[in-house]
């Protein structure tokens, strides 16, 4: 029987029964049931957040440590049940599921320690007499809005800053993940947040999260997904001159140099490219690579290929789980047909996988003999789907790497400190990894973009101070 799992608005668990979700690994089992908001609740949740704010922010480090501090121990200790329910919901694999449980704890418990370390500055005035103190104060009600690929890391490095630093929040989940959203506000809520401080509102984005948009209420929005929505947020924002935060799409490179190890390069480009299903923003879909490595490398990227298994997210032998749902799947094939169209050869996989359950299992697909220019290139699948691109040296490679609309992360596998080091220097992204896949990040160092991948203030570490608080300056003349 599953249970009805409701929205959180002032401190109380409200809605009926809206929506059901599946397990993308077996569709003829139902993850729950969930409550859906409209616009009303929207409103009745940020005007609860706004009736907050006064004491929350005032509220003092130790009582916002102490619930941080507490909702970390706690999904470290549930970390295998909330694992296995994220992978159930997901679709990540339980390895995955638990390890991003465990980064969720591990933020709550960074931020924990960061209401303690908030400081500030004094310097004197230029005008004899006067004290100038620079301080931070929380922003205000902030509204965060989330996709489904982190189901319960990007709510944490969300929620957790927000909180320390003395904000309150409207959250909105996306549609598909709202099991992972609702277990983390349940655990927020019961260890002492005060009525009105976090309010969870599941429900359609174009409805409950336009009405966020929407509302002069909002003080920030702080939002993860797609470059369409994110515009739209960055369009509402600018209209209510409010802050925002946008993390975006990717279309990252892997470079692999001719001196590169092939044992490492292949680790780096298998999981950067298809763990996770390749549905992370930080996937390594563009691996360039220079001649003298190239058939080598494809063929051992092939025989590895060939040996992962793939299958239903809860056995524990899986290592690539399904995509997420139907309309994923369709744009993974569709756009394994658009690369066959532009000329690109298939080298390996794209077809569907029959399981012993219902479920969207795609095989990993590598495409070979593709160009730089091709829409396969150039746009984000989201799924596990790569391709080749041939290059002459590395100049050619650095070159294709930056070519694109998109900067989130890149990598370069190379036993060349001197190429290293130019890469390093030059790529275009916010992120940049030599010799380790492209995506996998610390938790307690800024995340973030640039170009068409992200917009304001990075994510994480004391990075985030910058988007959750304000500074204000204090001038006093004390005679
Ligand atoms: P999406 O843009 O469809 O949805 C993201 C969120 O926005 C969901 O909660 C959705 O309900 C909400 N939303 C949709 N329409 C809205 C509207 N009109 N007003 C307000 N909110 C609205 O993205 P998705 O499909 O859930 O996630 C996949 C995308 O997320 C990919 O492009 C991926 O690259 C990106 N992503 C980026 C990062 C990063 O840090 N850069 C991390 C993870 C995922």
């Known amino acids: 029987m599953t249970v009805l799992r409701k929205n959180l608005i002032d401190g109380e668990w409200l809605g009926e029964a809206g929506s059901r979700n599946i397990n993308p690994s077996n569709t003829n089992d139902v993850v729950g049931e969930y409550a859906s908001a409209g616009p009303e609740e929207a409103k009745q949740a940020i005007a609860a957040a ?5 004491a929350w922010s005032r509220s003092g480090p130790l009582a916002r440590h102490a619930v941080l501090k507490k909702t970390s121990d706690e999904i470290m200790a549930r970390k295998d049940e909330i694992g296995r329910s994220l992978a159930r919901e997901e679709g990540k694999t339980l390895a995955e599921g638990v390890g991003e449980t465990i980064r969720a704890a591990q933020l709550f418990d960074f931020f924990a320690g960061e209401t303690l370390r908030l400081s500030g500055e004094m310097v004197p005035s230029v005008r004899p007499g006067v004290g100038v103190e620079m301080t931070r104060e929380g922003v205000g009600v902030v509204g965060i809005i989330t996709p489904w690929n982190f189901p319960i890391a990007i709510p944490a490095w969300k929620i957790a800053p927000a909180l320390a630093y003395g904000n309150t929040i409207v959250f909105k989940p996306a549609e598909l993940v709202p099991e992972s959203a609702w277990t983390i506000v349940d655990i927020l809520h019961r260890a002492g947040l005060p009525k009105g401080v976090l309010n969870l509102v599941m429900g359609k984005g174009s409805v409950v999260g336009q009405a966020m948009l929407d509302s002069p209420d909002v003080n920030a929005i702080s939002f993860t997904g797609s470059v369409g929505t994110g515009k739209r947020v ?5 209209e209510h001159m409010r802050k925002f935060q946008l993390e975006m799409g990717g279309k990252n490179p892997l470079v692999v140099l001719d001196d590169a190890d092939l044992g490492t390069a292949v680790d780096c480009a298998v999981n950067g490219a298809y763990f996770s299903t390749g549905q992370r923003c930080t996937a390594s879909s563009r691996l360039i690579v220079t001649e003298g490595i190239h058939d080598r490398f494809v ?6 290929l060939d040996k992962l298994v793939i299958g239903d997210a809860l056995d524990a032998k899986t290592q690539i789980g399904p995509v997420v749902d139907q309309t994923q799947l369709k744009q993974d094939e569709d756009y394994i047909a658009i690369g066959r169209q532009e000329g690109a050869e298939l080298a390996f ?12 299992y795609l095989q990993p697909a590598l495409f070979v003999g593709s160009s730089n220019a091709m829409r396969i290139s150039r746009e984000e699948i989201f799924g596990p789907v790569a391709n080749v691109i041939r290059v002459k ?8 790497a930056n070519d694109t609309p998109f900067g989130l992360t890149s990598g370069i596998c190379t036993t060349s400190l001197k190429h290293a080091t130019h890469f390093r220097r030059n790529s275009e992204a916010g992120m940049v990894m030599v010799n380790l896949p492209t995506a996998g990040v610390d938790f307690h160092v800024p995340f973030g973009g640039r170009k068409g991948s992200s917009y304001g203030p990075r994510e994480q570490g004391r990075y985030a101070m910058e988007f959750y608080t304000t500074v204000k300056t204090a001038y006093t003349f004390a005679g």
């Open 50 to 54: 706004k009736a907050a704010f006064p």
């Open 393 to 400: 040296d590395y100049d050619e490679a650095l070159t294709v």
């Open 234 to 238: 960055a369009a509402a924002s600018v």
């Open 299 to 304: 063929d051992a990227v092939k025989e590895r």
């Open 349 to 360: 996989g794209g077809d569907r996988l029959e399981r012993g359950t219902p479920g969207f």
